[in-house]
């Protein structure tokens, strides 16, 4: 298994220079086409505490600066991928997570950064989208041109979405250095460690020698970062976990963390 399409997000209000240069380094370790994505979208007509609203002609300046940066956006992208890599461009003036998730069927890996911020019309919601893309999506750490994932945590629960999460992280367990399976055990369950054997076995059939780890305490975020940084780790992959409420995600407490944890790369799938 190998990521023969790789997706690079770059956010409008951020510099684009280090997630285009963290794209070719993925598509190149790989062997992928690398397609740049990015999308900003006008808010909708509000009204304000004056009781005015957006008028037609602010919206319009608003599409028209939007669209200046995305031209940007492109030429910088085309720039910087040397022509030795197949690559594709794609830009939208929409919802920038809705761009992704529409976009994410044409791909096997989503690459964005981790500028969430709370202006959704011209920042991706990383958890919106690794729960709605059907793709795993790796979150790179603030400002970073490089993900090596030479020392990878796999943060273990026996659910389904650590089990698909692990699987489409193969590529990346398989040219680690080091995988730590590891499971924060909270309920001093013997059945843990029959888990933690599996999918040690499960990683070894594919080649890839994995030390397992109980991480002992509550199961919250803070511990598996803590935990992350002890063993060095470059890499965290890990289930997405949360359900749908409202029209909006409700997210497990560990998931909230690394969603908004940007010090380490993290690898998400739903």
């Not at 309920?187 to 020698?209: C, K, N, P, Q, T």
């Not at 919250?220 to 060095?232: E, M, N, Q, V």
Request: charged share 25%; net charge negative; glycine share 8%.
């Amino acid at each position: 298994m190998s990521y023969k399409s790789i997706i690079v997000n770059l956010a409008v209000d951020a510099p684009p220079a280090p997630m285009v240069k963290l794209g070719v380094e993925l598509a190149e370790r790989f062997g992928a086409c690398l397609i740049g994505l990015a999308a900003a979208d006008v808010p909708p007509l509000v009204a304000t505490g004056d009781g005015m609203v957006y008028e037609g002609e602010i919206m319009q300046i608003q599409r028209t600066e939007i669209e200046k940066r995305l031209a940007e956006l492109r030429a910088e992208f085309e720039r910087l991928v040397p022509a030795s890599i197949f690559s594709e461009w794609g830009q939208a003036v929409c919802s920038p997570t809705r761009f992704l998730s529409v976009s994410a069927r044409a791909a096997d890996l989503i690459v964005t950064g981790s500028e969430t911020g709370g202006n959704v019309f011209r920042a991706v919601d990383v958890g919106s989208l690794a729960l709605g893309a059907g793709r795993p999506v790796l979150v790179a750490a603030s400002n970073t041109e490089h993900v090596m994932a030479k020392t990878v945590l796999v943060a273990w629960k026996d659910a389904r979405e650590a089990r698909r999460a692990m699987a489409d992280a193969l590529p990346f367990l398989a040219k680690a250095n080091e995988v730590v399976v590891a499971k924060i055990d909270t309920d001093r369950d013997e059945g843990i460690r029959d888990s933690l054997a599996d999918v040690a076995v499960f990683l070894e059939h594919h080649g890839i020698m994995a030390r397992t780890e109980l991480i002992a305490g509550e199961a919250d975020g803070d511990r598996l970062l803590t935990f992350a940084r002890s063993i060095h780790a470059d890499l965290i992959v890990s289930g997405a976990y949360g359900h749908s409420r409202l029209r909006e995600w409700a997210f497990g407490g560990v998931t909230r963390t690394l969603i908004h944890e940007s010090g380490i790369n993290r690898f998400m799938s739903y």
